[in-house]
């Protein structure tokens, strides 16, 4: 580092710089916006802006460190700028364990990142307080390679600070709707048993329960998890844990290995089926134990149920394809059903494509799409039947109120479309081009039955019964949606559009 003075440690100084860039970048894109989706979520507005502000700090550090000499009063202010740093960081960590819960690699990540700063500090205070006793000025100083690196860093961090900055706005501009509403279905006071409540659908549906003054319990296996989903809620880690004159109204089981988070290898496919009858076999030795038996038991599968059909419109009176994804959901529903015996009446909810900013496809979709790199996947004629999580929260209680309704159900909504109309309408609500196409020959070569079945493969799913029962469907068409789910500027000039058809009374 040239004319720091402080020449034996000036090398080592820029080494801690490149470090702590390098460590920066990766949290930011690995954690913040790959597994975390920070852009997306309600809950961190207030950590996007704190963000923001001190990636802008960051920038201007690095310009001014890179490029010139700050001496004087000038130097002094650059003292303060890296105290300020400080408070935010400070402020930062404090809001993230107020507002979720961080991976272990973020906290150490973060962990690296604080020791490394505190280094650098070490180093560059002395220099500093050396030059603010000098006359106030501001020298252009050549770093050579070193400044060009500290000018990538500034580009980097202020792109993303606007990123935050925009993010946050964003945020506040997307209207969720209130979780009492999704529960007006259900009358009364009830007792709901809820497995998988800690995930991206199991955490509404329990917000929804709780907010309309329902009982519930939550088992999981994530603790610290279940204690932000908000109060009044019991949490149990072990279904053991509910005594046999327990009153349990209802049951919804949402628990199981995920199905679109890995490759489909031997152990993943054992782990997914295993993971579902497990829960379903725990679940039948509760009912038997249980004095007064649970009058529904609402468990969870798949469109994935009636296999690769292509467009054919397939209702719960079709039949199946056999492939994976059918195996794995008919012997999840063949377990469900055996809660019958006991006098249960059991739906085997269908569930399509989940959209929603907090998880899901659409959360995985987001990224690439809001960057211009969205498109079709192969050729783009694959239907996806899809449902918004609100609504789909709502179908549950719905029919957990609704005796009537038994039976295999179509949790979609009535407008299943193809994979490049659904990218035309993502890339319109977030005013971007979706024209890169993801190739289908290295997909199939690299994710296999994965790719050809999740990604490829496709079902023109119609939501039959519920119609025929009088469900409405809040979110009913795509495109306002998609510009209600990721705060469109045009979503709030879009009339509510609610679909309830009235078909002829079915045989539940």
């Known amino acids: 580092m040239t004319d720091l003075g402080f020449t034996p440690f000036a ?56 490029f010139t000499q700050p001496t004087g009063l000038l130097a002094t202010a650059l003292l303060i700028l890296l105290g300020t740093e400080v408070l935010i960081t400070l402020w930062d960590f404090v809001e993230e364990d107020r507002s ?97 409540g800690t995930g991206f659908v199991g955490s509404r549906v329990v917000a929804a ?15 610290k998890k279940a204690t932000r989903l908000g109060a009044p809620l019991r949490v149990i880690t072990d279904l053991d844990q509910i005594g046999d004159f327990e009153t349990i109204d209802a049951i919804i089981n949402l628990a199981g290995e995920p199905v679109a988070t890995g490759l489909w290898t031997r152990a993943k496919k054992s782990r997914i089926i295993a993971s579902r009858l497990s829960m379903m076999h725990g679940l039948i030795s509760l009912t038997k134990r249980l004095v007064t038996k649970p009058s529904v038991l609402i468990s969870a599968s798949a469109v994935g149920w009636y ?3 292509g467009d054919t ?32 009446r059991v739906i085997r ?35 996806m039947s899809w449902i918004s999580r609100d609504d789909l929260v709502r179908l549950i209680i719905f029919a957990i109120a609704n ?49 050809e079945e999740l990604l490829l493969g496709g079902q023109h799913v119609v939501p039959e019964k519920a119609l025929a029962a009088g469900f409405s469907f809040d979110d009913a068409h795509l495109g306002a949606t998609l510009a209600r789910l990721v705060g469109a500027s045009s979503a709030g000039h879009q009339p509510r559009r609610t679909v309830r058809t009235r078909l002829p009374m079915l045989d539940f």
């Open 11 to 66: 090398s080592l100084l820029w080494i801690l710089i490149a470090i702590q860039i390098f460590m920066g970048a990766f949290d930011t894109l690995f954690h913040h916006e790959l597994t975390e989706r920070l852009p997306w979520r309600q809950s961190q507005r207030r950590e996007l802006k704190l963000h923001a502000v001190r990636n802008g700090f960051y920038a201007l550090v690095f310009l001014v460190i890179g």
């Open 307 to 309: 296999g690769i059909r």
């Open 100 to 196: 979720r819960t961080l991976p272990p690699s973020e906290r150490v990540t973060h962990t690296l990142l604080a020791l490394n700063y505190g280094a650098i500090l070490t180093l560059l205070i002395p220099i500093l307080m050396q030059w603010r006793v000098l006359p106030t000025g501001l020298a252009l100083v050549d770093n050579g390679v070193w400044a060009w690196m500290c000018a990538g860093a500034a580009a980097g961090v202020a792109l993303f600070g606007v990123r935050d900055f925009l993010a946050s706005q964003r945020l506040e501009r997307i209207a969720q709707r209130p979780a009492c509403q999704l529960a007006a279905h259900l009358p009364g006071r009830r007792t709901v048993l809820v497995t998988g």
């Open 403 to 451: 005796p009537r309704v038994q039976g295999a159900i179509n949790a979609v909504a009535p407008g299943a479309v193809t994979n490049a109309e659904f990218s035309r309408q993502l890339g319109a609500a977030l005013g971007r081009p979706a024209f890169m196409t993801l190739p289908a020959g290295p997909l199939s070569l690299v994710g296999g039955q994965f790719a």
């Open 209 to 223: 329960l709780v907010a309309g003054g329902h009982d519930v319990i939550v088992l999981t296996r994530h603790e």
């Open 349 to 383: 909810l269908r569930i399509g494509l989940v959209l929603g900013t907090e998880g899901g496809l659409l959360a995985r979709l987001l990224l690439p799409f809001e960057f211009g790199l969205g498109g079709p996947i192969g050729n783009g004629c694959q239907f």
């Open 313 to 344: 419109p397939l209702t719960e009176a079709d039949d199946a394809t056999d492939c994976f994804s059918h195996q794995s959901c008919d012997q999840a529903e063949k377990a469900a059903r055996q809660m019958e015996i006991f006098g249960v």
